[in-house]
């Protein structure tokens, strides 16, 4: 859309000589003929490029500082693969700023709401759609959580790495490995982290992985590893399923015997999966449909 220019830019400017006539005559010649390519067709005009839906990562909050800061670190991973992408936080509890204030900040348009979270739980089923259609002013798309899927494994492989745990473990009949996650009492949620638990156990070479959780489903962290110690399975590593630090995180941790990774945080694999979901809402929901969580999507999508 072409500007109205002000009244006074308007007004034409004195013509004090010849010379100043002919400057402004070959000035509008020149601007009309870069409308004209060399075989006398009209150019194209040049329109601006509609910019992309926001990105609103959607985390849960925590009370523990370093959640909020993780987060941030990861959204800045997300920036530097994606520059020209508007990218936001915005917090279902406990931290500033909560989704609502978020998606009033972020004006009329379209975006796209990415949870944070792991796995197919209340608050993404349920308090995402409310949010997304509370904010009118917004064309908004809900994405799929960012659990199951092979990226993450990947990250939660390299945390064991990174804590101790070595490839030659695999081999060890006494070995296993409790994947310690948050939990919900809906059991959409048990179904995705065993998903990822035996995509773990695959990429660990078919040591035996167990879901283990913090709190609304069972078992617990101490539970899981009392079954695994009753199968004679006495070297036990924690693989941290939390996307940053906070309470579940720590408890789950002071829970392991030996290994226990750190969260999954600003993993390099955590920022292209935040993407993934991102193009992927772009691509098969419509602006206003609910959650992604058709079956396929829950394999290697």
């Not at 034409?12 to 601007?31: E, F, H, K, M, W």
């Not at 739980?121 to 759609?129: I, K, M, Q, S, Y």
Request: glycine content about 6%; overall charge positive; hydrophobic content about 45%.
């Amino acid at each position: 859309m072409t500007e109205t220019a002000p009244e006074h830019a308007r007004e034409p400017l004195p013509l004090d000589s010849t010379a100043q006539l002919l400057t402004r005559i070959t000035s509008q010649l020149g601007n009309q003929l870069s409308l004209v390519s060399l075989n006398g067709t009209r150019r194209p005009m040049h329109r601006t490029r509609r910019s992309a839906p926001t990105l609103v990562a959607v985390a849960h909050g925590s009370r523990d500082p370093r959640a909020l800061h993780t987060v941030l670190e990861l959204l800045d991973r997300v920036r530097e693969l994606r520059p020209a992408l508007d990218v936001r936080l915005g917090h279902i509890e406990l931290n500033e700023p909560l989704l609502p204030d978020t998606l009033d900040a972020v004006g009329p348009g379209d975006a796209v709401l990415v949870p944070l979270l792991l796995g197919r739980g209340h608050h993404v089923r349920h308090d995402l759609p409310l949010a997304a259609a509370a904010a009118t002013h917004l064309r908004t798309r809900v994405a799929a959580p960012l659990g199951p899927h092979p990226l993450l494994v990947e990250a939660l492989y390299e945390r064991l790495l990174e804590a101790g745990w070595r490839d030659a473990n695999g081999t060890d009949r006494n070995a296993a490995v409790v994947l310690a996650a948050a939990g919900s009492r809906d059991p959409r949620s048990d179904v995705d982290a065993r998903r990822t638990a035996a995509l773990l156990s695959d990429r660990l070479g078919g040591v035996p992985v167990v879901p283990a959780y913090a709190s609304a489903a069972t078992p617990d962290v101490p539970a899981a590893l009392r079954a695994l110690a009753a199968r004679g399975r006495h070297r036990v590593a924690l693989a941290s399923y939390f996307t940053a630090p906070g309470r579940f995180a720590t408890v789950s941790a002071a829970a392991a015997p030996g290994i226990a990774a750190a969260p999954l945080g600003a993993h390099p694999a955590m920022a292209r999966l935040l993407l993934h979901r991102y193009d992927q809402a772009l691509a098969t929901t419509a602006p206003g449909q609910a959650p992604l969580t058709h079956p396929h999507l829950l394999a290697t999508a």
